[in-house]
């Protein structure tokens, strides 16, 4: 049986991709994750759309020989400063990727999402 990826660990390879792209300036068209179970999933970046302050892209959902309704749709995701840290940000991430301390999540409407009036949505950091 050949296994697949979740919507989250596209959403997290896109996202991944996003930041990357956004703190660095470089494109990047594949980006490698390790899953929550220890699994590498490499992953194909598309629908590149960059600006200064704003990266958006998406991972092809693969649900393997056990696909659901989701399997092929594109996951998107969107990575932009916060107009009063883009300068901070930038200097403190020129070289190290890996801390991202300054981070907040927002939560929007999508598949991920079981109720919208729930203060946690389904996915999202505690």
């Known amino acids: 049986m050949r296994y697949g990826f979740t919507t989250g660990s596209c959403a997290t390879a896109a996202s991944k991709a996003a930041t990357y792209m956004l703190l660095t300036g470089k ?15 490499h992953a194909e970046i598309l629908e590149i759309t960059r600006s200064e302050k704003e990266v ?19 996951i998107f995701s969107t990575v932009s400063f916060a107009d009063e840290e883009e300068k901070t940000l930038k200097k ?22 079981l109720r919208v009036d729930s203060e946690v949505c389904a996915g999202m950091p505690d």
């Open 92 to 113: 403190k991430y020129k070289i190290n990727l890996h801390i991202l301390e300054a981070c907040n999540f927002r939560c929007l409407q999508g598949c991920g999402v």
């Open 27 to 41: 494109l990047k068209q594949n980006i490698t994750i390790q899953t929550p179970k220890g699994i590498l999933f």
């Open 56 to 74: 958006t892209c998406a991972v092809k959902k693969d649900g393997g020989d056990d696909p659901d309704i989701t399997s092929g749709a594109l």
